[in-house]
């Protein structure tokens, strides 16, 4: 079964420093969308795109997150700088195309303890 | 986006049927109800879709009454590894992002 790749599984950095996640969805899934989930509570989505084009970014804290998918297959989402309240797990998913009969495809996420 | 009400927990024992409901009084024409699963430590799983009436799969059975406001999954004969958390959503056929609420935290129990 096809599966959505993120990578590190886990990481701890300091506070104010940079930290990067990596995203490889399922191929040919032109639709990605990051997820923060706070432990305790369900994911909530931080920005979407469609091929590499960002669809909806509203819930994206901009001052210091940013994300790409410059070839419109793999994602980076990227927090600088990094405070005690992004510890959270990232969550990566894809699916095919719009349409709620394309069910969505997550990964296993990133782990993120900032210290 | 339609707002969805579900217990925050419930404890069961092996063998027995689970049934979790789902509140969501102002869905829409158009809106899927969509249920995920999720373990500690991993991205959640879809687990079945409904528009209407009765759905079933290998894993569970989804029932939808007339008016959709609200919905109940059930799981048959739960083992010890179905203890998860379970995610109802309510979907608009659209295409767009999932919103999540806080599951239901099932518990299981020898």
């Given at each position: 079964e096809a599966e959505v790749a993120q990578s590190p599984r886990y990481k701890i950095t300091e506070k104010s420093q940079a930290v990067a996640?990596?995203?490889?969805?399922?191929?040919?899934?032109?639709?990605?969308?990051?997820?923060?989930?706070?432990?305790?509570?369900?994911?909530?989505?931080?920005v979407q795109f469609q091929d590499e084009s960002v669809v909806d970014?509203?819930?994206?804290?901009?001052?210091?997150?940013?994300?790409?998918?410059?070839?419109?297959?793999?994602?980076?989402?990227?927090?600088?700088?990094?405070?005690?309240?992004?510890?959270?797990?990232?969550?990566?998913a894809s699916r095919p195309g719009q349409?709620?009969?394309?069910?969505?495809?997550?990964?296993?996420?990133?782990?993120?303890?900032?210290? | 986006?339609?707002?969805?009400?579900?217990?925050i927990s419930m404890d069961s024992y092996e063998g027995q049927e689970v049934n979790i409901t789902c509140s969501?009084?102002?869905?829409?024409?158009n809106d899927y109800i969509t249920w995920y699963q999720q373990f500690p430590s991993q991205g959640p799983r879809f687990i079945i879709q409904g528009y209407k009436t009765k759905v079933t799969n290998e894993v569970a059975s989804l029932f939808i009454p007339a008016d959709r406001k609200s919905s109940t999954l059930s799981l048959p004969r739960v083992s010890l590894s179905d203890t998860a958390v379970y995610y109802?959503?309510?979907?608009?056929?659209?295409?767009?992002?999932l919103t999540f609420g806080g599951g239901t935290r099932l518990m299981v129990k020898p």
């Open positions: 996640f990596w995203c490889d969805p399922i191929s040919g899934h032109a639709t990605l969308y990051w997820y923060r989930q706070i432990l305790g509570q369900g994911p909530e989505l931080l970014d509203s819930q994206l804290p901009k001052d210091r997150f940013s994300a790409e998918r410059l070839k419109g297959v793999d994602s980076t989402l990227k927090i600088q700088p990094a405070e005690l309240g992004d510890s959270a797990m990232y969550l990566c349409g709620v009969y394309y069910g969505y495809t997550f990964g296993s996420g990133t782990r993120l303890t900032v210290v | 986006l339609a707002k969805t009400t579900q217990p969501h009084n102002n869905i829409a024409t109802c959503l309510v979907e608009l056929n659209a295409g767009n992002m």
